[in-house]
């Protein structure tokens, strides 16, 4: 089937550096998009989402940059902090309803 | 309470046994998901309600698994007849109408880790 996948499984980023964390999604009929960090022994936790009509958000100390053409997702953190240590998900939501996942990327920032 | 909640946090269980995992969204959420999510993997959607209605239950993996909902707001995930395939994290999520952005973000609970012996 369909689904959103990942190209780097772990990324280790200094302190202070900014993180950039890659997502390619296969179905193009998805026009919701969505990023998650979940913390170990925690569920994933809502960082920042873009609809199809937009090819850049930005939120606090993050930017989600959408690109249709080539189906690639990122997320951008700038100055990682130790607290940014996580695994980050992306998510797509073609029927409006379920979400699906990619596999994951682990951000581990060096002090 | 000020998100989800899930209990129990930990479950541990013999092959074979039944367990209960119960989920509490976010008042007034109309909106609950189910998610499981092997280790090492992305959550992978269960089922989903729409008040007390289960509108998709497509991501099921057997029919030892239930859920319902009866009452539009708790909702329990149920597995008959454990087996060691089923040790995962089950997650739930909930959204204020469907899962489509903006007001619909989907809010996750801590999860359940269920480990079958």
């Known amino acids: 089937g369909e689904s959103v996948g990942l190209h780097l499984p772990t990324l280790s980023v200094q302190e202070g550096d900014n993180s950039i964390i890659n997502c390619a999604y296969s179905n193009s009929a998805s026009d919701y998009f969505i990023w998650y960090k979940q913390e170990s022994g925690k569920g994933p936790q809502f960082i920042i989402d873009i609809r199809s009509n937009m090819d850049k958000r930005q939120g606090q100390r993050v930017t989600v940059l959408l690109n249709k053409t080539v189906k690639h997702l990122s997320l951008q953190i700038a100055a990682t902090q130790p607290g940014d240590s996580a695994v980050y998900f992306c998510a797509e939501n073609p029927t409006n309803m379920e979400l699906v996942f990619g596999a994951g990327t682990i951000l581990r920032v060096k002090s | ?117």
């Open chain 2, 1 to 117: 309470g000020a998100g989800v909640s899930q209990s129990p946090r930990y479950k541990v269980a013999k092959r074979g046994q039944d367990v209960a995992l119960r989920c509490d969204p976010i008042s007034g959420h109309v909106s609950l998901f189910w998610y499981q999510q092997a280790l090492g993997q992305g959550p992978e959607f269960l089922t989903y309600f729409q008040n007390e209605a289960q509108l998709d239950k497509s991501g099921l993996p057997s029919d030892r698994f239930f859920a319902e909902r009866p009452e539009g707001s708790v909702s329990t995930l149920k597995i008959q007849r454990t087996q060691q395939e089923d040790s995962a994290v089950y997650l739930c999520a909930s959204s204020l109408v469907g899962g489509g952005g903006g007001t619909d973000t989907q809010y996750f609970g801590p999860g359940t880790r269920l480990t079958v012996l």
